[in-house]
């Protein structure tokens, strides 16, 4: 169930909490949070309240506190807090006589807004309002109006409000100096240094009707304020607008001082509703292609499938080619804001279908990192690039070597998915074949895609072992998706994976020859890319890839289906706890038994559909499905889009309202620390590749929808060839119709049905 309310007008989509509640103070932080890909700022409330947790992140902005640590995104300096002290009695929603309250995102338009009436101890009735946005038009804006009503007697308002850099990660200090300063009586300015990085900000307040005595400011260890003091009439309502600039070490040169305090000046000219507008207008820009029309779905449905895009786009980094997206977006420290294949293979699909350019940006991104994955294959005694499981702003391996300490051992658990989880080299890899196949970028593969793909097969041909006596090679030792299962022999999601890249690259080198022999020959020179063909062509023999067995079930990995089942796991299934099973069991005793955290064979089947039959997917959904705990939020989105694949829509549609909830449901300890990114990517993958049957291969375009049963209709974008086409589904039609005629027809297939489309094309009749 969905713990927030929804509403939907002519202004937007709105979650509301209509009602204050501790438990989920965390939670609703992440939940409604404003990010605009440069940075992202929690939902606190204006004025501090207990067991908060104030959050901004900037993108990029990793910092290493100690060198034992790795190196997590800085919690930023706080801009958001108000201070209210109204005669002598410091406002605070804890102390205060709650008479009205709303707490509200518009999902459309990134807007939040509190509605306050509190009667405090002193007997003061007020009514406080409160919005903020940040900006898509100037990403470096972040907005923020309090307005003030007393509404039953006059009185002495006190505002305070600043810059507060004594924020941590979580007790821990990242900044090692911070200088504050006042310019020119009117703007707060902040320089917080990090070990490499340093971050500017600047923020000026403005009072309204017009207070014509400048504040007072206050300089304290790590902060400085401005103070306004003021009398109140009641029923006279006061605003305090403040507008904030935020700029990270790589751009601070390009803007000096006056610079942006000339910035700060027009935000002031234009105020914050003008300011609110340019933002709309560019999200409004972005929702015209990204906005999903189903007929016949709910609206909590709607709102849900609109919050995961609004957040997608808030974690794009849209300017800096050389960050990607965390696991947590920008809303929280959870993960310290590492990068994980969450990325390429939850998140990157909506951006390859609607935005490919940002695709293709996330795609440069682990092109960068190549240096830090060709460390990794060294450090462990391979070849090529390994790319790592988690990382930063460089590409070096960041996964923590110990969890938390296990509380009665005092013992610290090893992490093993970053010394043992290797997928992620083959992800990358299946990721950009999707984006080359789709948008024939062929200047993105000379300039990143070809040196990445050729490198990753290189590891897998040294990672993998020739077994004499099978006379095939295996990859052992190894971690798959399923991160329950460790220390095993062939996992069929890796070993497919792998197999996979290694012919990706031979595909892409033997036509590289044909194509362009200087470049051929230029990384023949560097890779010994003939040498390697015939390894690959070995390897591509010889694998042994999994099939499925006399019940038709594919082995998880060679000894998944010898182990024990787990009788009770319901209970953990139901369990609001995530990971309660490793309460009651160790992770050794966990390993021993056919459980399972998360999708594994399942995603196999997903990236690879056409692989086995519709029975042997089924089967197979099934039979893992039982053992699956979803402790992972990638879980969920996974089972939707097999079974949508092989038209079990009626089940694929529960675990689809399963992956709706992930980051809004009723269980306050669910999104404390960063909402899910890759659930968010997977709702999307759920509708897109899921229910409306979209996939490509190399030259084609398929649209084969399975729609549940309780839509009727539905319509979307895809920008194809850089055209947008709008695809309409209803039961009696398929109709695709492009914004402008495209250059070339482009090949489409309709369930069994094969067309050229190149302006407009109508399928009759939707039945399979
Ligand atoms: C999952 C991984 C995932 C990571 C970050 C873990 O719990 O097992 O598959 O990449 O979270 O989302």
New binding site residues.
């Given amino acids: 169930m969905i713990y927030y309310n929804v509403e939907k007008n002519e202004d937007g989509i709105f979650l509301i909490e209509e009602h204050y509640n501790p438990k989920f103070l965390l939670k609703t932080e992440t939940v409604f949070s404003q990010c605009n890909g440069y940075f992202g700022i929690r939902a606190s409330y204006d004025s501090k309240v207990i067991n908060e947790n104030r959050g901004m992140f900037v993108a990029g902005l990793y910092n290493k506190a100690y060198e034992n640590e790795v190196m997590e995104l800085v919690n930023c300096p706080d801009i958001v807090e108000v201070q209210l002290i109204f005669n002598d009695e410091k406002f605070s929603i804890d102390t205060s006589e709650l008479l009205e309250y709303k707490r509200a995102l518009n999902v459309l338009t990134g807007e939040l807004t509190i509605h306050l009436v509190c009667r405090l101890k002193n007997g003061l009735d007020v009514k406080i309002y409160s919005s903020r946005f940040a900006s898509y038009h100037d990403r470096h804006l972040f907005c923020q109006n309090v307005k003030i009503t007393p509404l039953n007697r006059d009185g002495e308002l006190t505002i305070v409000s600043g810059i507060n850099g004594q924020i941590t990660n979580s007790g821990v200090s990242q900044f090692k100096q911070i200088g504050s300063r006042v310019y020119d009586k009117k703007y707060m300015s902040m320089m917080a240094y990090l070990t490499k990085d340093k971050l500017s900000m600047m923020n000026t307040c403005v009072m309204n009707p017009n207070y014509e005595k400048s504040p007072d400011f206050v300089l304290k260890r790590r902060s400085i304020y401005a103070k306004y003091k003021l009398s109140v009439k009641k029923n006279q309502e006061v605003s305090f607008t403040k507008y904030n600039y935020i700029k990270n070490s790589q751009e601070i040169n390009s803007l000096n001082e006056e610079d942006k305090k000339r910035v700060l000046d027009t935000c002031i000219e234009k105020g914050y509703d003008v300011l609110l507008k340019e933002h709309r207008d560019v999200l409004i820009n972005m929702w015209k292609y990204a906005k999903i029309d189903i007929k016949g779905t709910s609206l909590e449905e709607e709102t849900a499938i609109c919050f995961a895009q609004y957040h997608l786009f808030g974690m794009m980094p849209y300017e800096d080619m050389k960050l990607s997206v965390a696991?947590k977006g920008l809303t929280g420290e959870g993960?310290k804001g590492h990068v994980?294949?969450?990325t390429e293979i939850f998140i990157l699909p909506f951006f390859l279908y609607t935005f490919p350019q940002k695709a293709r940006h996330l795609l440069e991104f682990r092109y960068h990192g190549l240096a830090g994955a060709r460390a990794k294959a060294i450090d462990y005694g391979y070849e090529g690039a390994m790319f790592p499981w988690e990382v930063a702003r460089d590409g070096d391996e960041q996964t923590p070597l110990y969890a938390a300490l296990n509380i009665h051992t005092g013992k610290a658990n090893k992490v093993w998915s970053g010394i043992k989880e290797h997928h992620v080299t083959a992800d990358i890899v299946y990721a950009m074949w999707k984006y080359y196949t789709y948008t024939n970028d062929e200047r993105f593969m000379l300039d990143y895609g070809y040196q990445v793909i050729f490198e990753a097969a290189i590891f897998w041909y040294s990672r993998a072992s020739y077994n004499e006596e099978k006379k095939q090679y295996e990859i052992l030792d190894i971690i798959g998706?399923d991160?329950y299962t460790e220390h095993i022999d062939n996992n069929a999601y890796t070993n497919y994976m792998a197999y996979f890249c290694v012919k990706v690259a031979k595909k892409l080198a033997n036509e590289l020859k044909i194509k362009n022999l200087a470049v051929f020959e230029e990384m023949n020179r560097n890779l010994q890319l003939e040498i390697r063909l015939k390894q690959w062509n070995d390897f591509l023999d010889k694998i042994y890839l999994p099939i499925p067995n006399q019940d038709n079930i594919i082995p998880q990995d060679d000894t998944f289906l010898s182990k024990k089942v787990l009788d009770n796991i319901d209970y953990y299934k139901q369990c609001d706890e995530k990971q309660a099973i490793l309460l009651d069991y160790s992770r050794d005793e966990v390993v021993d038994m056919q459980v399972l955290?998360?999708a594994d064979v399942v995603m196999l089947l997903n990236l690879f559909p056409h692989l086995f039959s519709n029975e042997v997917i089924k089967e197979n959904v099934i039979f893992y499905e039982n053992r699956t705990i979803h402790d992972?939020?990638?879980s969920y989105c996974a089972h939707v889009q097999a079974l949508a694949n092989i038209g079990e829509t009626d089940k694929a549609f529960k675990f689809f309202k399963k992956a709706l909830e992930i980051d809004m449901n009723d269980n306050p300890s669910d999104s404390t620390d960063g909402i899910h990114s890759?659930s968010l990517g997977g709702i999307w993958s759920s509708v897109i590749l899921g229910f409306a049957g979209v996939s490509h291969g190399q030259n084609y375009i398929e649209i084969s929808p399975k729609l549940p049963s309780n839509w009727e209709a539905m319509s979307f974008y895809m920008n194809i060839k850089g055209v947008y086409v709008k695809i309409s589904i209803s039961k009696e039609k398929i109709i695709l119709e492009c914004e402008r005629q495209l250059d070339s027809a482009v090949n489409i297939k309709i369930y069994d049905k094969e067309y050229k489309l190149q302006d407009t094309l109508i399928h009759e009749v939707y039945t399979k």
Wanted: charged share 25%; proline share 8%.
């Fill in positions: 696991a993960y994980f294949w969450d998706p991160e955290k998360q992972s939020s990638l890759a």
